[in-house]
């Protein structure tokens, strides 16, 4: 069976090489050739396009920034519906909008491919580890015939429903991550405010009603826990400027449904005023420094 891999970035790259670990043979492309040296260095074949790359594969995975990349690389004159054979199985594993996801399922259906949205969560030591949650949007029997693969490279796969719902329970996720992260920040800074040990109001709140994920496994005050980005200069994990737009499409989603998020457009409007004073290139974690009490 031939894999093609397209988006070989942060999350997209370790992805790839579970696959080849696996002893899948997988063709990769990415536009930055450091990302392709990585791959060719852990046993990968690379291509010069995406057009080469899926041209006689069984299998398309991509793993792209944002909605745009998604419609350009699929639907696009050099993209993967005018150049790979329509008997292959796309799975698109990036962050979307729901909308932009049943759209290009439904186009590449048209044209006779099979195809799912599988966003993750786990971040990037789970897609190191092999360990990432799959949330599934699609047909049954396509979700079967990628399970295989989603295996490789993840612990946790849902068949949420019909193509475009994978990208619904992503957003969701993350518009509650965005805003526990916030909340988080906040109780630990008027804590600290107190005159309290941010380590010592951490463990007592991990033990009572105000534990939450981003408390007890990513906690934004650095130093109080070892290996989070908080305890490294919020270097590496997931970027402020990939929750700023995870915000923006719960945001969007939203509008479009009439439904009311009044939190979620908070949580946005805070994070863009974390990524405009200049920290979208480090972890989402660091809205900790938003909260800073003068
Ligand atoms: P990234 O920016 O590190 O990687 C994206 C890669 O796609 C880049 O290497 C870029 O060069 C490549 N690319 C863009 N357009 C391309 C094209 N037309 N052809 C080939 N390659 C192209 O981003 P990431 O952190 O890997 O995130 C990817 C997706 O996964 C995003 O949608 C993000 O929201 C989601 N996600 C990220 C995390 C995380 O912790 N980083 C966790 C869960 C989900």
């Not at 010069?48 to 991509?62: E, P, T």
């Amino acid at each position: 069976m031939k894999v093609a891999f397209i988006g070989l970035g942060n999350m997209g790259l370790p992805m790839a090489l579970n696959l080849l670990k696996a002893g899948y043979s997988v063709t990769g492309f990415d536009l930055v050739q450091s990302q392709i040296d990585a791959f060719v260095g852990a046993g990968g074949l690379p291509e010069k396009s995406a057009a080469l790359a899926v041209i006689d594969a069984d299998i398309v995975i991509s793993m792209l920034p944002a909605s745009r990349h998604v419609e350009s690389l699929y639907l696009g004159d050099a993209g993967i519906l005018a150049h790979a054979n329509p008997r292959a199985l796309l799975i698109d594993c990036s962050t979307i909008s729901p909308k932009v996801a049943q759209d290009v399922a439904k186009t590449a259906k048209a044209k006779g491919f099979a195809m799912i949205d599988a966003p993750v969560s786990g971040g990037t030591a789970g897609a190191q580890a092999a360990t990432l949650t799959f949330m599934v949007g699609g047909d049954a029997k396509d979700l079967e015939r990628a399970r295989p693969l989603l295996e490789k490279m993840g612990k946790n796969i849902f068949h949420a429903g019909a193509n475009g719902s994978g990208q619904t329970v992503k957003v969701c996720n993350n518009m509650l991550l965005g805003i526990q992260m916030l909340g988080t920040s906040e109780a630990l800074r008027l804590g600290i405010a107190n005159g309290m040990d941010p380590k010592i109001l951490s463990d007592i709140m991990t033990k009572s009603s105000g534990r939450n994920w981003a408390l007890e496994l990513y906690n934004p005050c650095p130093n109080v826990m070892e290996n989070v980005p908080s305890s490294k200069n919020y270097a590496g994990g997931f970027g402020v400027d990939l929750m700023l737009k995870d915000l923006g499409l719960a945001v969007e989603n939203a509008q479009d449904l009439n439904a009311s998020t009044p939190l979620g457009e908070l949580a946005h409007h805070l994070y863009e005023l974390h990524s405009k004073a200049g920290n979208g290139a480090l972890d989402f974690s660091s809205v900790f420094n938003l909260t800073k009490v003068e």
